[in-house]
C-alpha cells in the first residue's frame, strides 16, 4: 500500500479484516507536501466537513451510509469525533485522523512504512495499491507516467482559512443553520449589506494573489472547488448565489432587515474554539487574506488559526488506465484508489479506497470479485472512474447523475422526479447493497 490519506487508510483496514498482511508505506514526516500539516495518517488537508449526512435525498450522505454497512474505518471513526454542522457530517480533523492512525497501528496486521516510495514499486512487490492521493510525489507521478504512457491530468485544490471563535464580534454575527437544519445553531453567520458586500466584491478582486508556478500556469481548477476570488470573477453576483447566499437565515439583530449576503464559518475542532469560513478556499497572499477577509462585519478582528492555500492536485486518466476492479491495464499487479483516480471529495476517495481493499483481499485470496452494483452510490462512482469518457475525463463528486435511471413505478406512467426521486434512487441503492454485501459474505464463506 502505497499513500497513508483517507484512501490507503481505508484500503488497507479493508486488506486486514480479510486477514491479509499489509505495509503502508507513507513519506510524511521523511517529506510532507505542499498542503498536509502534519504526519498523520488520513489528514483532512482542506475542510474538515464530510458534506452532507442525509442517505435519503443527497447521494453523498447515501455513499456514507453504504460505506458504514459495508465496515468502513474511516465513516467509523468520522462518526465518533463528529462535530455539529446541521446537515453535514463534520469531523475533529485531529481527533479523527489520531483515530485512524491508532486503529491501524493497532492492528497486528498492518506495518506502518514511513519511507517515500519514489518510484515504481519493484517487481516482487506482488500486488499494490497506489493511494498517493492528488499531491502524489514528482518522482513517483513521473514514474506512473512513464508507465503508461499518459501526460495526466491535473487541477487546483483549495484551503479555506480557519478563524478563532473568541476573535469574532458575535454583536453582529450569530449562530444558525440554514433553514435551522441539524441542531439549528452550527454555524457562525455574518451578514453584508449591499454597500458593504459591494466593497468586499471589490478588494477581493483587486487583492494580490499568490504567482503560479511555471509548471501550474495552464492547470484547471477543479470548479467544485474554486477560489472565491475566481466565483467573483464570473460576476459581481456570483458569490452572493453561491457560497454567500443569504437564504434560510434570519438576523437576530436587524430581524426585518434581509442581507445581501452571509458568510458562514463551520466549527473545525472538537473544542469549538476553531471555525472555518465555508466556500472561502482562496489563493490571496496571506496579508491580502488577512486584511480582505476583516472587512466582513462580525470578522474585522478576526484572527486566523490558517490561512487558505491553493495546491495542484494531480490525477490519472482513469477510464484509459484501469480496468474495472481499479487495475492498470499496463501492469495489473499495481491497483490504483482514491483521488488519483480522478474521484473527488474525502468520503469518495475513502469510498474508493475501501473498493480497492476488497478486491484486493479477492485477489490475495483467489477469489472471485463481484463489483458493486451501478444502482449504488459505490457502484455509481465505480462506474465513472473506469468507463467514462477518456477524453472528457475530469474529478467528479458521487452525485446522482452518475446512477442508472429509475423505471416507472407499476401503474405510473413515468418514474418518480424531484425529491421523489432522490428517495427511490436511496431506496434502491441500501436495497442493491444490501443483496450485494449478502452475496459478497457468501462468496467469502465459501472459498
Not at 486488506?15 to 510532507?32: C, D, K, N, T, Y
Not at 469531523?91 to 493497532?106: H, M, T
Not at 451501478?374 to 472512474?385: E, F, R
Request: charged share 25%; glycine share 10%.
Amino acid at each position: 500500500m502505497v499513500g497513508g490519506g483517507l484512501a490507503g487508510s481505508e484500503a488497507a483496514w479493508q486488506l486486514a479484516q480479510a486477514g491479509i498482511p499489509v505495509i503502508l508505506h507513507e513519506m510524511r514526516p521523511e517529506r510532507g507536501t505542499d498542503a498536509h500539516q502534519t504526519d498523520g495518517l488520513a489528514e483532512l488537508v482542506c475542510s474538515n466537513s464530510f458534506r452532507s449526512d442525509d442517505a435519503e435525498f443527497n447521494a453523498v450522505g447515501l455513499l456514507h451510509e453504504e460505506m458504514r454497512r459495508a465496515g468502513s474505518l474511516i465513516m467509523t471513526m468520522a462518526d465518533r469525533h463528529r462535530l455539529p454542522a446541521g446537515g453535514a457530517l463534520a469531523v475533529d480533523r485531529e481527533g479523527f485522523s489520531a483515530a485512524v492512525q491508532k486503529a491501524l497501528e493497532d492492528n497486528p496486521l498492518v506495518e506502518i512504512d514511513r519511507r517515500e516510495v519514489t518510484g515504481l514499486p519493484p517487481a516482487d512487490w506482488e500486488k499494490v495499491i497506489v493511494a498517493t492521493g492528488p499531491l502524489t510525489s514528482p518522482d513517483l507521478a513521473n514514474a506512473i507516467r512513464g508507465l503508461t504512457g499518459d501526460d495526466g491530468l491535473a487541477f487546483f485544490d483549495a484551503i479555506a482559512p480557519i478563524v478563532y471563535k473568541d476573535s469574532i464580534d458575535f454583536s453582529k454575527a450569530w449562530f444558525q443553520s440554514r433553514y435551522d437544519k441539524g441542531d439549528g445553531a452550527d454555524y457562525i453567520n455574518c451578514p453584508l449589506d449591499d454597500d458593504q458586500y459591494a466593497r468586499f466584491i471589490g478588494e477581493l478582486l483587486s487583492a494580490e494573489r499568490v504567482s503560479f508556478k511555471e509548471w501550474e500556469e495552464n492547470t484547471p481548477y477543479f470548479e467544485g472547488c474554486l477560489p472565491i476570488e475566481v466565483m467573483a470573477e464570473r460576476g459581481p453576483q456570483t458569490l452572493a448565489f453561491g457560497p454567500m447566499k443569504p437564504v434560510g437565515l434570519t438576523n437576530p439583530h436587524a430581524p426585518d432587515v434581509k442581507p445581501k449576503a452571509i458568510v458562514q464559518l463551520r466549527q473545525d475542532n472538537a473544542f469549538g474554539t476553531l471555525y472555518n469560513m465555508v466556500g472561502f478556499q482562496t489563493k490571496l497572499t496571506y496579508g491580502e487574506q488577512k486584511r480582505v477577509f476583516r472587512t466582513i462585519p462580525g470578522l474585522e478582528n478576526a484572527e486566523f488559526a490558517r490561512l487558505g492555500g491553493l495546491h495542484r492536485n494531480t490525477f490519472i486518466n482513469s477510464p484509459r488506465l484501469l480496468d474495472s476492479h481499479l487495475r492498470l491495464r499496463a501492469d495489473s499487479r499495481l491497483r490504483f484508489a482514491g483521488q488519483i483516480t480522478g474521484c473527488e471529495g474525502y468520503v469518495e476517495s475513502a469510498a474508493v479506497g475501501l473498493l480497492a481493499g476488497r478486491f484486493a483481499a479477492d485477489d490475495c485470496l483467489g477469489r472471485a470479485t463481484d463489483l458493486p452494483p451501478p444502482t449504488t452510490a459505490m457502484g455509481a462512482l465505480l462506474g465513472h472512474i473506469t468507463t467514462g469518457d477518456p477524453e472528457t475525463y475530469q474529478p467528479m463528486n458521487v452525485n446522482f447523475g452518475l446512477f442508472p435511471p429509475l423505471s416507472a413505478e407499476p401503474g405510473e406512467k413515468k418514474p418518480p422526479r424531484g425529491r421523489a426521486r432522490k428517495a427511490a434512487v436511496s431506496t434502491r441503492a441500501l436495497r442493491d447493497l444490501e443483496l450485494w454485501l449478502a452475496k459478497v459474505e457468501k462468496i467469502n464463506v465459501s472459498s
